[in-house]
């Protein structure tokens, strides 16, 4: 079985202050993890994923986030926040092939702040 | 490419009362995926299609049901509704590979009363 958490549900930057968003994930086959952005009254766009090949992911908007095996973690980042980022962020992990539905966390809230 | 289009966007039902909501995927995309995102939470799975045959169920009553067409469109019916059915209902399609990540419609907003 496959599980994230995500913590803090909410978070509150500057903007063009450091963005992080926590994600742990819980899988017992290598996972295959995802970052998911969703803004008000709408669907949810990929961010960026990663398929067990860099360990760094880069993806749209100048987001990025690393897979630390040791950690569990799989932690989204920004270098400078952007008022257009405000929006729920959801991080998801797959089980692999035959197994691909997708398992979401909570989501994170992040507001900025002018 | 049009995007994965889902209809209605809102649609009011009373309890008891059937509903059937409608997606189609981007083209080229044979997977179609549902899921129940109640207000304040993340998306749930209900339910996965890959070339018509039933790939995967969520935790979910047999009043969820779903069918993939010949042309990949789906549908997702809900029978007998509960008020605890009001929710945004996702799909999502990917390409022959859904570990390559999905692309999520806009949703269906379902309030039952």
């Known amino acids: 079985a496959q599980s994230v958490t995500q913590l803090g549900s909410h978070v509150s930057v500057s903007e063009g202050a450091l963005v992080l968003l926590r994600c742990n994930y819980s899988?017992?086959?290598?996972?295959?993890l995802f970052w998911y952005v969703q803004y008000p009254n709408q669907g949810l766009q990929l961010l960026l994923k990663?398929?067990?090949?860099?360990?760094l992911v880069k993806g749209i908007n100048g987001f990025e986030a690393e897979f630390k095996k040791s950690e569990t973690s799989f932690h989204l980042t920004k270098p400078s926040a952007h008022m257009s980022d405000a929006a729920e962020y959801f991080c998801a992990v797959t089980g692999g092939r035959g197994n691909e539905k997708l398992t979401f966390g909570t989501g994170t809230r992040l507001t900025i702040i002018p | 490419d049009a995007g994965v289009t889902q209809s209605p966007t809102h649609l009011i039902k009373t309890r008891g009362q059937q509903v059937t909501l409608r997606c189609s995927p981007i083209?080229?995309?044979?997977?179609v995926s549902w899921y129940q995102q109640v207000l304040g939470q993340g998306p749930q799975f209900i339910f996965q299609y890959y070339e018509k045959e039933e790939r995967g169920r969520g935790n979910f009553p047999d009043r969820f049901s779903a069918r993939q067409f010949p042309n990949y469109s789906s549908e997702l019916n809900v029978n007998a509704l509960l008020l605890g059915d009001s929710a945004l209902y996702l799909c999502a399609s990917s390409r022959n590979d859904p570990l390559g990540g999905y692309t999520f419609g806009s949703g269906t907003r379902l309030t039952v009363v």
């Open positions: 083209s080229g995309h044979k997977s």
């Open positions: 899988s017992s086959v290598p996972p295959y």
């Open positions: 990663y398929t067990s090949a860099a360990t």
